[in-house]
């Protein structure tokens, strides 16, 4: 049951062409962002739509899906995990993000 503890699983457009990163190493890594869409009827019954903004990091086999295949646009499906880190810019000011890392990718519909 460990993998129930934290995975996630979303079903978007990807929102800018990727950024690819090559290593020193050989492998690349994948960052960008995902829309979902979640509709509600308001108080007035009137269908709304809700978008939800997830940054996704994919490494090696998926990096390369990615880059070959996932421009801006794009619907897809990802599996991962969820992580949290810090960084620091030359601003000094420490940042938080929270990513999805990416375990699996599957390329969906004609876009």
Known sequence: MGIIRNNVQLIGNVGQDPNITNLENGKKVA???LATNAYFKDSNG???KETNWHNIVAWGKSAEIIEKF???????AVTGKLKSRTYTPDDGIQRYITEVEAREILLLGNN
Do not use: H, N
């Open 31 to 33: 960052r960008f962002s």
């Open 46 to 48: 009137e269908r709304q």
């Open 70 to 76: 996932a421009a801006k646009g794009k619907e897809i």
